[in-house]
Every structure is written in C-alpha cells, then in structure tokens.
C-alpha cells in the first residue's frame, strides 16, 4: 500500500488557461502574509505533474518532478494554481489524495470559469503572441491538427478545445471536493471587489480590497509617463536580453511595467483580427453549445445562457 503524506494542502484552483487565475495570483501575491502560493524554485511544478512522459519539443509550463518538492507553510493559507489542474484533474486528485488523506473535507476548490469562446481565443492568441502556435485559429482547431497533436503527446494545453469543454471536468472536481466555490470571469470584469470578498469568506481570510494590493491610479500615470520608453524597449528585446529587476523596481512595479508593454504592444504582435460578439456566439454553438447547457442543468446559473444567446 502507498503510504500517504499529510501536508498542508488548503485550497486549489482549478482554472483553463485565460480564464481570469492572473487576477488570482495577483491579489493573493500582495498578500503574501496570508498566502502561500505552492511552488518549487522554478514555480513550474504542479499537482497536476505525472510520470508521463509528453514530447519534450512542444512543452509550455509542465516540467518533470517530485510533489515532495513542493514548499508547504504551516503558518500560512497553502494554495496552489495551474491551468494544469483543470486540464488534468484527475491526476491533479490523485495526487491531492497522496499527500492529505482527508483532502475532500479539508482542502477547497476554487474553480474558474470563462465564456468557452472568449476563452479558447484568448488562450490562441496568447500561444501566437509568445510564439508557441504557427497556425491562425482556424487551422489550429481543426479536427486533424488537433488529433494529430494528441497522438504525438503534445502538451494537453494545445488540446484548445479540451480546454474550453467545462462540464465533465465541473462535475468530477464537485464530486471531489466537499468545498467548491465557482467563479466567473464575467464577474470579475464587472466587479473585482465583490468577486474577492466572496473569496476571501470562502477560505475564512480577512478581506483586503482589490485596489488596495496595487499602486494608486495617480501613481499609475506617472510610472507611465517615466517607463514609456523603457516599457517599449524591454518588450521589444526581452527575448535577446536578460534583464533582471529584483532589487530595483518593486514587484508592484514590475507588474505595472509588464502589463503596460503588453498592452503597448498587443495589436503589432497579433496578426488575427478580434472576433466580434456574434462569432464568438457562433464559436460557441458550433463547439461548446451542448457543454455549456449540460453544465447550466449542473450548476443553475444564468451567465451561462448568456454565453450561447445573442
């Protein structure tokens, strides 16, 4: 029998890629009092890791390794976040259940959801910006692209459909966890702080405001107008230069930086159009239409109408 570890394990995230975790991992790094992101030293190792093997070549954040070598806190609030964990979560489970016996009643889940269309074009666009997609949307959904890539063992992250398909993987979290909290990114973009209050209950920790972790919009506007050209020019070579800023600018600082180059930059790196409201709707009926209503018969919530009505 496989001896089990207990560890400190209290809240996991289940979230697909580009479904709002960059608003999780940003509140809760300002917070770092409270909470301990669980992580290895390259911040790649993640629960939902196993001893399979994927084609090395056509890897984007999965790495090889232990579980053991995650670092846990016993003073702090241990949570831990992969897109892998919603694309994986029966590993992710298994490997839960290896190191906290009684993970179904001591550890929470918190699941993040996005419009299945909005998302999966999000998520492409987002491989084509870092260079890790050469196909335009079309192409790299296409039945024999994809199945191709799944017999090679590519990385489940290019699965972009997979991704974006809720209900199966909604239902096997639920029945895993006695604590399950949704989330909506629909909700996030409405109202930040509402979202982070319910969070904050859900996992008994004080709440702080979403505002409250970052910079003021006064100091916003002049770090904008003083880093302009540095924004421009450390977007334009991070690739052939190695730029380190630990020390020197604040981490609030950084994550200014890096999404203001991002945004500078977004429409010269993107060579697809944006996809109006109506073609996402349509994205939705022609994949996801069945998905998102066998999941609204699951969880009652009327976002999710919104997404396949027009």
Known sequence: ???????????????????????????????????????????????????????????????????????????????????????????????????????????????????????????????????????????????????????????????????????????????????VKIIYYDEIQVNKDKVFENICDFLNIKYKSYAECFICKKVNKFFDRIFLPFYKFFFKHSEKIKFHTDGFFSEKTKINMLENSKKLYRNKILEEKHFSKDEIININYLFFHDDILNLYDKINNPILIKWIRK
């Open 1 to 179: 029998m496989k001896k089990i570890v207990k560890k400190n394990v209290n809240c996991i995230v289940f979230s697909p890629l580009k479904s709002g975790i960059s608003y999780i991992e940003k509140y809760f790094n300002y917070r770092k009092n409270i909470v301990n992101f669980i992580e290895d030293k390259s911040g790649l190792l993640n629960f939902a890791n196993s001893d399979e093997e994927f084609n090395q070549e056509n890897q984007i954040f999965r790495v090889k390794g232990s579980i053991s070598k995650l670092k846990f806190s016993k003073s702090k609030l241990n949570i831990h976040y992969s897109p892998y964990n919603f694309s994986l979560p029966q590993q992710t489970v298994e490997n839960i259940k290896n190191i906290n016996a009684d993970y179904k009643q001591s550890v929470k889940a918190i699941i993040l959801l996005r419009n299945p269309g909005e998302r999966i074009l999000e998520h492409h666009e987002f491989f084509r910006r870092n260079n890790w997609e050469r196909y335009f949307f079309r192409d790299a959904v296409s039945t024999d692209n994809a199945a191709n890539r799944i017999n090679n063992k590519w990385d489940p992250l290019y699965n972009y459909i997979d991704c974006s398909l809720y209900y199966e993987k909604v239902c096997y979290i639920m029945e895993n966890f006695d604590n």
